[in-house]
């Protein structure tokens, strides 16, 4: 079976851990992704370990290792995730899929 993508319009990884958080449990519980890039190139598939929590309990130092700059703040996050997901409310529940990149 293939790995499922796990697609990114600002890919901005930093070497070690990486975050994304995403939209409802989709992603929760899947054990490896291959990364897709805007411009079609992918990396993986790499490992990931998710977590299922309530937007609104998010707190700074859980989105510490956020790939995108912009989003390493709740403030922030709710920002892009408005922007991302028309109508994405704070009391919603979403996966932080976390990553390595070497």
């Known amino acids: 079976m293939t790995a499922p993508l796990l697609g990114f319009d600002n890919p901005r990884f930093h070497t070690g851990?990486?975050?994304s958080v995403r939209r409802g449990a989709r992603w929760h519980?899947?054990?490896?992704?291959?990364?897709?890039l805007a411009d079609g190139r992918q990396l993986g598939p790499l490992?990931?370990?998710?977590?299922?929590?309530?937007?609104?309990?998010l707190e700074e130092a859980d989105l510490r290792?956020?790939?995108d700059p912009a989003c390493r703040t709740p403030?922030?996050?709710l920002r892009v995730m408005q922007q991302?997901?028309?109508?994405f409310r704070s009391d919603e529940r979403v996966t932080l899929v976390h990553f390595w990149v070497e």
């Open 17 to 19: 851990r990486n975050t």
């Open 29 to 36: 519980g899947v054990a490896q992704a291959c990364i897709a």
């Open 47 to 57: 490992a990931l370990q998710t977590e299922l929590r309530s937007f609104d309990a």
């Open 65 to 67: 290792d956020e790939h």
């Open 75 to 77: 403030a922030g996050l």
């Open 84 to 87: 991302l997901y028309p109508g």
